[in-house]
């Protein structure tokens, strides 16, 4: 590995490269959007009510049922003509039964099966094209301090067409276009507003997070094949990148899986990514019972001024289920020519949503510091990160069939006190959510919340409390209070920092495409009261 | 209650928090062990089936109605009888029994929320060991293998019949979360989604599409992400628990900002003048000097010349040291070469 002598050799990458959108564009493409959107639902609804159920274009509606009630005749489909109930139940005095019964359905059992015939009114079929599904959130956000004001709207498209587990070929696609409609550049406003966005330097900038394409067994080779813009979330460190990736099928009876990747590091605040690389490999098996296996590589070059960042990390990991309901696992991460970290887990879970028990332990090996961005754990800001012990506890318990208390708590140890300092803390935390449903009435919670952090020159504790209604599937309606305090020393004068935030929510969601929300917030600082009003649609196909 | 220990020696804590764990741990495992059923009886298919006895001459509804039944002991007595005459009782085939129900039922059955009629299938021409991969092998009931959903839907899909939730399941839909979903949901499910596990109640991609992880996790920030947040909480957290914040960011997003604006704390006079300030995040400094912190302020550019009588190859530190004749410097003593900004 070769290091940056100069910590501060990121901050050298200057500003990150801008999409320029125009603010006139924002409009326009919101505007496409959203009505692009109504046109389509108002399409999908005349094709009637059970399409827009199943909004996915892989389900369309089958011929008309006969006129006697029985399913249309179609030779590609199980024959939902024969009735669904099975024979009445013979007494176990019948002699028959002593020869073998045949388990006659109950009436619970004759009654679920009528689902199946409904549903076989509708014949999936991905013949004709690949299933298009997705959202596209809209939001405006206004904000107001004092005499500054500022005004914002996002959009975030998803979508993904096809399935990468079943079709030859499907894409996938996230994007968020945000801009600012109220006077960028303001002095005043950008002192009470300024956020990551204004780093950018426009009003508006569109963030692509995935675009990409996934080959399932191209010219019936075992494996899966995806380009473009992606994330991996099963490496030790998230990988987003602009690449490749291959990966095998499962082979053999221990399902050995092989794969690699390879391509760009996507840093959305980055200046450039010219001369940046990541590649990796990883192999998994399942070779016994319960068991899982996974060994990874990851090596990323980051071209920075004045020298290069050249990491490799290597990471093992394993999971084991142990009866139905525990699972233990663990995980080792080596970093250039030094251990980093080990991971250990166990989580009890009854399945039944009754009890949660999960404890976990982690152990920082050795001191880190200026690496390359996915392996640096802020050392350009908060510098070394000195060895700890960290230990993890939480506790999910119904407590009857309206209560449930969540409580966990937090625990870390600095291996050598003398690293105690501003930027490397052991501390204590420990929370607790209490939960109370239909409390008054039907479809309305209650839920407390309280949150403690402890070290040797700062604390931070922090309560809130939600009151949510929910009458139906269609209405949802919040109202709560959240507080936070931070005591915390700065060149040994203690400051103190308490926040309040009382908020008013509702959403409702209009039909099984659209979802509109309001939201009002309040809040009050040592610095600064704000008021903050968001409103947004949500179109979902 | 952590907070109210902190008082405590924490390496006591940290022991007794490994000794809970193994505690908690071992209790888990024992709890769940406790559970497994001790048994003394088995019943071979492999046998039956090397004897020619067919799935219907036992499951005498198998290609009749929905439910292929279970055998009598009555009718395992047909063959048995003679069979066990000379077996000890926990060996002859009522030992299979409870009473007239056959003790080990359903094993290779789908859970009872899932709607399935054997009737169905047979009729489609779906054999008994689509399903029942390996039957004809099978020594235990206890571990005959289910039909996995994959193994369903693959099936479906082959024969363009339905594979929507409804076709199977009555009460889940896509529109419905799941009863996992509930309770502290939003703060575990990422340890289902990185377990790997084949459960069909752990498989997200069943309801999620791919995009959906990046498009909750990139774009919707927690609920502590307030403008006090934004302006001052973030750096106190971050000086706690930095592990916390690289679950969404990288190093780019500080620098992002920082490099153009500084933490609300530096204000004028920030520390006073004279201490070591920012060497807390900016050491060393000897690289980049002050534009570590000021990397456009103008007046770094206009530094105090040096006083008459002053030259380059004097060496400003054997003075302007605190207790030194001359006053201390009035900044921070980066270790750069003074000459560099004092002409």
């Avoid at chain 1, 300092?421 to 919670?445: K, M, P, Q, W």
């Avoid at chain 1, 009458?471 to 400051?495: C, F």
């Avoid at chain 2, 063959?79 to 000379?86: G, Q």
């Avoid at chain 2, 377990?195 to 990046?214: F, I, M, Q």
Wanted: hydrophobic residues 35%; negative net charge.
């Amino acid at each position: 590995m070769e290091r940056s002598l100069n910590p501060h050799a990121h901050a050298r990458r200057s500003l990150p490269a801008r999409t320029r959108v125009g603010r006139g564009e924002v409009f326009v493409l919101l505007l496409i959007g959203a009505t692009s959107c109504r046109s389509a639902l108002q399409g999908e609804r005349e094709l009637g009510a059970s399409a827009a159920l199943h909004p996915a274009p892989t389900a369309h509606l089958a011929p008309e049922p006969q006129p006697d009630g029985s399913a249309p005749s179609d030779p590609t489909q199980v024959d939902s003509t024969q009735p669904d109930s099975a024979p009445a139940a013979v007494s176990s005095d019948d002699p028959v039964a002593e020869l073998g019964s045949s388990s006659a359905p109950t009436a619970a059992t004759t009654q679920a099966a009528t689902p199946t015939s409904d549903a076989a009114a509708l014949v999936a079929t991905t013949e004709g094209g690949l299933a298009l599904s997705g959202s596209l959130m809209s939001r405006w956000r206004m904000r107001k301090s004092g005499s500054a004001t500022d005004q914002d709207v996002y959009a975030v498209l998803a979508f993904d067409v096809g399935d990468s587990n079943s079709d030859p070929i499907s894409g996938h696609f996230l994007g968020r276009l945000s801009a600012d409609i109220d006077g960028q550049g303001d002095t005043q406003t950008q002192q009470v507003f300024g956020s990551l966005q204004d780093t950018y330097g426009d009003a508006a900038h569109l963030d692509l997070y995935e675009v990409s394409v996934a080959i399932l067994q191209p010219f019936d080779a075992p494996v899966r094949v995806r380009v473009g813009r992606q994330f991996d979330y099963a490496t030790p460190e998230f990988a987003h990148y602009d690449g490749l990736r291959v990966e095998s099928e499962p082979m053999g009876d221990v399902k050995i899986v092989a794969g690699a990747f390879g391509g760009v590091p996507v840093r959305l605040y980055d200046a450039t990514s010219i001369g940046d690389r990541i590649v990796g490999a990883w192999t998994e098996a399942r070779p016994w019972t319960g068991g899982r296996v996974r060994a990874d590589w990851m090596h990323l070059h980051q071209d920075s001024a004045p020298s290069d960042y050249y990491n490799d990390l290597l990471g093992l990991s394993i999971w084991q289920r142990m009866g139905a309901h525990v699972l233990l696992d663990a995980g080792y991460t080596r970093l250039e020519e030094e251990d980093r970290d080990v991971r250990l887990r166990a989580t009890y879970d009854d399945g039944e949503g009754d009890l949660m028990v999960q404890a976990g332990y982690y152990r920082l090996l050795n001191p880190q510091a200026d690496f390359a961005y996915e392996f640096d754990p802020f050392y350009a800001t908060l510098q070394e990160y000195q060895p700890f012990d960290q230990f993890r506890l939480l506790v999910s318990k119904s407590l009857g069939d309206d209560l449930r208390l969540d409580v966990g708590g937090d625990l870390r140890d600095l291996e050598n006190e003398d690293d105690e300092n501003f930027l490397n803390h052991g501390y204590e935390r420990g929370y607790a959510t209490f939960v109370i449903s239909d409390i008054l009435a039907r479809g309305l919670d209650l839920s407390l919340t309280g949150d403690a952090w402890s070290s040797d020159d700062r604390d931070i504790r922090t309560w809130g409390l939600d009151v949510t209604w929910t009458p139906d599937s269609t209405w949802r309606a919040s109202v709560g209070s959240s507080y936070a305090l931070y005591k915390y020393d700065v060149a040994q004068d203690i400051e103190r920092d308490d926040v309040r935030v009382w908020y008013a929510r509702a959403r409702r969601k209009l039909d099984t495409a659209w979802t509109i929300d309001l939201a009002y917030e309040y809040e009050d600082d040592d610095f600064d009261d704000f008021h903050q009003i968001t409103a947004g649609a949500t179109w979902h196909f | 209650m952590a907070f109210l220990m902190s008082r405590i020696d924490r390496r006591a804590l940290s022991a007794a928090a490994l000794l809970a764990m193994v505690a908690a741990l071992a209790g888990c495992v024992l709890f769940d062990g406790s559970g497994s059923v001790r048994r003394s009886y088995s019943f071979s298919h492999r046998v039956h089936v090397e004897l020619d006895i067919g799935c219907t001459d036992c499951h005498l509804a198998a290609e009749s109605a929905d439910e292929p039944g279970m055998p009598g002991v009555g009718a395992c007595r047909l063959c048995h009888a003679e069979l066990d005459a000379d077996e000890p009782p926990e060996r002859k085939v009522e030992s299979l029994f409870e009473g007239k129900e056959f003790r080990v039922t359903a094993q290779g059955a789908l859970g009872a929320e899932i709607v399935f009629s054997h009737l169905r299938h047979v009729e489609a021409g779906v054999e008994c060991t689509v399903c029942h991969a390996a039957v004809e092998t099978n020594e235990d009931t206890l571990g005959l293998p289910k039909a996995s959903m994959d193994s369903c839907t693959q099936c479906h899909t082959d024969r363009k019949v339905p594979t929507d939730c409804a076709a199977c399941h009555p009460t889940i839909v896509a529109e419905v979360a799941p009863a996992s979903h509930g309770g502290n949901w939003t703060r575990v499910h990422g340890r289902v989604c990185r377990s790997g596990s084949e459960d069909t109640v752990d498989r997200c991609d069943l309801c999620h599409k791919e995009t959906e992880c990046a498009a909750c996790h990139l774009t919707t920030p927690p609920e502590n992400h307030t403008n006090q947040w934004r302006r001052v909480g973030h750096g106190l957290t971050a000086q706690l628990d930095r592990d916390n914040c690289a679950t969404c960011h990288k190093p780019d997003t500080c620098i992002s900002c920082h490099a153009e604006t500084e933490p609300r704390s530096h204000t004028g006079n920030f520390g006073s003048p004279r201490n070591t300030h920012c060497l807390g995040c900016h050491l060393p400094l000897s690289g980049e000097g002050c534009s570590a912190c000021h990397p456009g302020t103008p007046s770094h550019a206009l530094a105090q010349p040096k006083p008459p009588g002053h030259t380059a190859a004097m060496n400003c530190r054997q003075c302007h040291i605190p207790g030194g004749v001359q006053p201390p410097m009035p900044h921070v003593d980066d270790g750069s070469n003074c000459n560099s900004c004092h002409h």
